[in-house]
Every structure is written in structure tokens, then in C-alpha cells.
């Protein structure tokens, strides 16, 4: 069945909910066909949407961000039934709890280039909720007269959007960070061309406005923080762009403050603009409905709709009127041979013994299921404890001889030692040298810091970062100080 032109998308609220239409459009990609807001007091019209289900079949509804998870996992090759029942079995050890019934959608990473110890394992995006949230939110659809055949979050739907927007040239090894800072919603999700790696919510301005240099450092500290989280994860990717869209204050905000960080370049997308419309610009708050629309046209990577499409309901009905009919025809031989007595009873054994393999074979799938990824858990702990071995420096003697380096009358505030590129460490050390003088402070600070430069695992010498000289006699412990702030870098051959 080709896909259809046409599209509508439902986004829900407490007091009722906006229903949009898009279709392909010509000179963009995309067209807006209408949009209708509704409520529990003024309902959609019978006829309007008559219309809707004349027009398309396809209608996407919106899920909330929150409703919505997603996790990485890597598995041999498996059938359909054995892989769905592998990943029930990752989700129930994520979330703690094997009693909660999920549903789940999953996609498959391409091959990667450098397969090494997953030779042959498959990498898998899952996006998973319970199964009786989805049904609460069909029904609420179903008594409004909408049938969903497409569940996304937003997320999910920018995500799929984005990629439509890119050129075929750029779609090949492009790793990217999308952020999305509406109203309502707020996330970040990484991902390239083969998938989606992972998604994280972002937090609201609780300060409303009142600390919003604190908040917008803050957002750019959990940016960079995704961005080093891609690295650090199983297909090792490289974000080499941050794709920033929703309200235009916020977003150019946060650009500025990533333009002053070292880090991948920010640009500012505008997704109104794949859509055609015939009135003003779009707002910006439009854009997640618009995405979700986009994707029940087939364009998503992930639906948790539990009725995929109203042709499948037909089938699943027809299929099961042809298989009652051939059942009762076969019966029908049986019965006027050997007489209903017979027939009955060979048929209950036939039953009685097919469920009893049905349940043996059910309970050796999921045996398999949990052992194998009890042994995935235990082959990766195995994993990092040899790789944290073989890379983790040896800084004991570093520290003990710092200690050893101090005259007594240092005192040492805070010793941090912080990594930033692979192999760069930074040893930032805060203290105060105490005196019966200020002479006499000052001349143990200089004690210090030489022992420190002729110290041939640090590098640095330059000036302190803070020095403070506080000359004034005080009794008992209150005598002159100096509080400083100091930085060195720490030679490579500190690694084994």
C-alpha cells in the first residue's frame, strides 16, 4: 500500500486540544492544510470529522516527553518474538520493576565499521511506555472520534523531522545535537543518520526570568555534558553540530553563551520553514504538532501507537474469520465419520498438549533471554574494570608527595585534579600560608611554590590564578597570611 499524502496530528490537554492536517506540498516540502482547537464545551464537529477520515487515515497523536523512555541495547541476531522478548527483558531490568506491562518499538543500527568484541551483535534504539498508559490515551483519541495509527513523544518527531530537513550529502557520518526549548517542553536528543543514541530532558527557569545568566550557563553545562556522554557511549560518536529551535529568545540566549565555550559550532534551526501555509508565519510553539504530523506519513523511527493502522485492524479481522471458517470445516469431516464423542475428545488432548508445548517453549525464550543478558551485565563489568586498570593513572604518589612538598605552616583549602582532553590532567590546589608576619607568610608561600617548580612531574610555574596577602597581626591562630590559587599541569609519564 503506497504511503499517503496526507496527514493529521492530535495533541491533547486537560481542557481539550488542537487538531492539525499537513500534506506534501510543492515549492517546501510540506504543506498545512488547517488547524482547529477544541474543547470539552465546544467538541469537534460529526462532519468535520468526516471530513478528516475521508481526506487521510493517518493521525499521529502526541505523547508527553516524560510518558516515554529510551535505552540502547546490543544482541545477537534473533528472530521478531526473541528479540521483543530480549528487549522486555532489558526493559524490566532498567526500570526495576518486571511486573509493569511495556510496550516497545525498536530500531536497528546499521553495522558499524569497527565492530571489535560485538562482532556479529546488532545495536538496538528502543523506545518503550506502559502499555496501560498508551490504552488511557487511545481511549481519550477514540471518544473524540480520532483513531491514532502513529504514538510519538515530541522528541521522537523533531528528531525524525530534522532528518528530513537534511541534504543527502549531509545525512552520511553527520552526528548531531538537537535542543529544543519551548514553553511546555524542553529536551536535547543525539543522534546521526543510523539512529537516535539517547534523548535527556532540560529543566525549566524556575527564577523566572530573575536568574537567567545562571540558567542559560546551566543549560549550556548539560549541552556539553550530552556532547561528551556521545563519546563516551558504546558507537562512540563525535557531536559535530548543536542544532538549537523553539522560542527565538531562548534559543539565541543559549547560543550566545555556547559561542563562548570550546565546543562543537550551534546553529539555529528554523523547522516553520519546511511548511507551506497561507497565513501569517507559523509560531514557534507550533513545531512539535507540525513534526508529529510529519511522522504519520511514515517518516519516523520509532510508533507505540498500539493500533498501527486501521488496515491492519481489517486484516487481523479477516484473518481470524478465515482461520474460525477453516477451523470449523476441518471439524465438520471428523464429526460425521467418526461421531462427536471422538472428535471432542481427540481434539482436546491435540489442544491440551499444544498449550503445555507452547508453555515450555515460552519459558525456555525467556530463560534464554534473562541468562544471556545477565552474562552481557557481567561481560561488561568485566570489560571496565580491565579497561579502568589499563587507563587509570597513577596519581597516589603524585598527592603523597604534594603533602610531603608542603612546609608546615601551609594549609591546604582544596586539591582538585580534573581531566580534559584524553591525556591532559590539571592539578588546581587552594591553601594558605601562615606567619608570625607578612614577611614571614610570604616567604613560606615561596617555599612552596618553588619545591612545586623543581617538582619534575608538574608543568606550569606561571602566576597564581588568586593570591591574597593579608599583613595584619592578629593573636593566637589569626596571624598574617597569603591565600592562594594555583595551577599546574601534570606530565603524561604520570601514566603507567
Known sequence: MK???????????????????????????????????????????????????????????????????TLQATLPPLNQTETRLALLG???????????????????????????????????????ARHDFLQRETEKAHSIGIRPTVMVPGYIALDSLYRQSLPETERRNHVWNLVYLGRDERFLCVGDSGGLLFTRSLPHDLSEGSESEEYFHQL????????????????????????????????????????????P???IWHPQGMFEQDKEDLPADSILPLAVAVTALGKGLFNLALEKSRTRILREVRNRVLTTTGILAVLIVPLLLMGEFWTLAAQKTVLEDGRQQLSLAQGRAESAAVAYLRDRTLQSRRQNIRDFGLDRPAFGDLLRNLGNKAPSKVKFKDITLTRGSPGDYRLFIEGTANGRSSEHAQGTFMCFTDSLNNYSILLGGRAPQSLVIDGQERDGEGKSRVEFALEYKVKEEVRR
Not at 12 to 38: A, H, Q, Y
Not at 39 to 45: A, D, E, I, T
Not at 90 to 118: C, F, M
Open 265 to 267: 559550532p550551534s546553529e
Open 220 to 263: 549550556a553545562t548539560q549541552v556539553e555534558r550530552s556532547n561528551f556522554y556521545a563519546r563516551q557511549a558504546e558507537r562512540s560518536l563525535v557531536v559535530e553540530k548543536i542544532i538549537l529551535c523553539g522560542e527565538p529568545q531562548l534559543v539565541h540566549l543559549l547560543a550566545g553563551k555556547l559561542a563562548e565555550q570550546e565546543g
Open 3 to 69: 504511503n499517503s499524502t496526507k496527514s493529521s496530528s492530535l495533541i491533547l490537554t486537560p481542557d481539550g486540544g488542537i487538531l492539525l492536517g499537513i500534506e506534501k506540498g510543492n515549492s517546501r516540502p510540506f504543506r498545512l492544510l488547517w488547524s482547529r482547537s477544541f474543547s470539552k464545551k465546544s467538541p469537534l464537529p460529526g462532519s468535520f470529522l468526516r471530513g478528516i477520515s475521508g481526506l487521510t487515515s493517518k493521525t499521529a497523536m502526541l505523547l508527553s516527553s516524560d510518558s516515554v523512555s
Open 90 to 128: 532489558s526493559i524490566a531490568q532498567e526500570e526495576n520493576n518486571s511486573g509493569v506491562k511495556w510496550a516497545l518499538d525498536y530500531h536497528i543500527w546499521p553495522p558499524r565499521r569497527e565492530r571489535r568484541s560485538t562482532e556479529g551483535k546488532r545495536d538496538i534504539s528502543v523506545a518503550y
